[in-house]
């Protein structure tokens, strides 16, 4: 077990709500249909001139804050996120110049929705091995930018937002009790988004084509999401010898809610113990599971000593899931 501690967390999300309404009118789609299929009611939308660093930037200055210490003070920054500010340097290497501070590693995890809980993996490592005390962890996305908003089975299911938590050494008996991570990169077509990149650089006819855009096969996502992610979180259960009356809290990843009942169901933890935003915030990819985190720290859910369960799936496939003792 690494002994470490949520020193603090902090989220950030845009003004602009748009809801399902306000979808009817852009898409052939309906509440009922989109509420039913997904669970989710409304959506975060970042300003045109805001950018994912931006923020992350600011859901980190909260994590800061809450630890009562400054950013300057982390000795590194691992950012995960699939809408990156610019195909190089990384988000993080942004976050850093947003933030005013330089010096310590940053660097971006692409591992899609489990983008945070990959960061959160590599923390830990590097804080066993001596690498470093103090980290922020950053998951942030601004998802409408890389949305098809004409492709309505795809635009209703995704929102922006960040959430950072700071992780720092630990002389109590909190940290991660254990962990599970993995990937198929087989899979990969079946959530991607197809150009930009080295396979595909940037021409008119990737443009005109709609290939900057998610590209995704919902139903093979739902089965191998919900597959992946709850033998993920039994692995770490099984690791952790925690039975499901052990969790007091699980935060998985917020793609759908039919995804994450299916979970819960498959890991028997009792309903009453799920932490949920994805009503009020929709599939934030990488930024959900620290969003969830940060608002069930602040409802008083999650308590010194708390066993708190994640897990996460995303592009690639990737998943990962932690056992934690808050
Ligand atoms: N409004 C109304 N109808 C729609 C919409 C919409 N927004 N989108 C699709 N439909 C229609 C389809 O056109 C289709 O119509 P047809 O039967 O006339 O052809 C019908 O609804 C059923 O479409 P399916 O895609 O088969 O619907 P499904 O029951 O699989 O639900 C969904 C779609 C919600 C995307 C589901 O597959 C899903 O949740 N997949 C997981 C996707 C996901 O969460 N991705 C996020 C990224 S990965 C991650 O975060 C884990």
């Known amino acids: 077990m690494q002994n470490l501690k949520f020193l603090g967390t902090g989220s950030a999300l845009p003004e602009k709500v748009l809801t399902n309404q306000d979808l009817e009118r852009m898409v052939d789609t309906s509440d009922d249909w989109i509420t039913g299929r997904t669970g989710i009611q409304e959506r975060r939308i970042a300003r045109d001139d805001v950018s994912t660093s931006d923020l992350a930037a600011k859901a980190l200055s909260v994590a800061c804050e809450n630890a009562g210490m400054s950013p300057s003070d982390l000795d590194g920054i691992i950012l995960g996120t699939s809408t990156t500010d610019t195909l190089f340097p990384s988000t993080a290497c942004w976050v850093q110049e947003r933030l005013g501070v330089r010096g310590m590693f940053a660097f971006d995890v692409s591992a899609g929705c489990s983008g945070f809980l990959y960061a ?52 109590g008996d909190s940290g991660i009790l254990a962990s599970h991570w993995g990937a198929n990169g087989s899979l990969a077509p079946c959530l991607y988004q197809p150009a930009g990149g080295t396979q595909r650089p940037a021409t008119a006819v990737t443009v005109a084509e709609n290939l900057h855009t998610v590209h995704m096969q919902g139903r093979h996502v739902f089965k191998h999401a919900v597959e992946a992610m709850a033998s993920a979180a039994l692995s770490a259960m099984d690791q952790a010898k925690l039975t499901a009356d052990d969790i007091d809290l699980l935060i998985p990843h917020q793609a759908n809610i039919r995804i994450m009942e299916a979970t819960r169901q498959r890991c028997g933890v009792p309903s009453d113990r799920m932490f949920s935003v994805v009503a009020k915030y929709g599939n934030m990819s990488a930024a959900t599971i620290p969003i969830a985190i940060h608002e069930a720290a602040q409802a008083g859910r999650l308590q010194d000593g708390s066993l708190l369960l994640t897990t996460a799936f995303g592009t690639g496939f990737t998943w990962a899931a932690h056992a934690i003792r808050w």
Do not use: H, Q, Y
Request: net charge neutral.
């Open 120 to 171: 959160l993996e590599i923390a830990s490592a590097l804080m066993a091995a001596g690498r470093g005390r103090r980290f922020g962890v950053i998951g942030a996305e601004v998802m409408s930018k890389v949305v098809n908003w004409n492709d309505r089975g795809t635009c209703v299911l995704f929102g922006d937002g960040a959430g950072a938590a700071v992780i720092g050494p630990s002389d």
